[in-house]
């Protein structure tokens, strides 16, 4: 990944920034993040936040390749809802658990980038497995 071309190093835009957040399973941080709901989660937001700011330029590439994987990944389990339909045409069957495997591949690369900045998923994302609640 790190060897990857074409990808820009510059500092990450706030629309990067907002989608960093939501692929990680995060709440939006809003313009005042004690004001949304962050304050719950402070020291994540608190490590995110440095670590977008102060990245290095070929974490920076790395973390892009990732969003545009994420991008590609969340179009196509949109768009895969558009043959639940069909079960058999022809000789074509269609997956019965395509959207569930697009669904778990794509939360799957979530949590890489959640580890990649070194936090927890997100309550949106969960950690993957089975939690109980008391």
Known sequence: MSGSVGLSTASFTD???????????????????????????FDRYRTMEYRLNNSRPEERQVIRLQLATLYAQEAALW???????????????????????????FNQTRRDLARFFGIPPGPALGDGGLRFVV
């Open 15 to 41: 629309a990067e920034k907002a989608d960093v957040r939501r692929f990680c399973g995060y709440p939006a941080y809003g313009a005042d993040g004690a004001n949304s709901g962050v304050f719950v989660f």
């Open 79 to 105: 768009v895969s809802s558009d043959n639940l339909d069909t079960d058999q045409a022809a000789v074509w069957k269609h997956n019965k658990n395509e959207v569930r495997d697009r669904t778990g591949l």
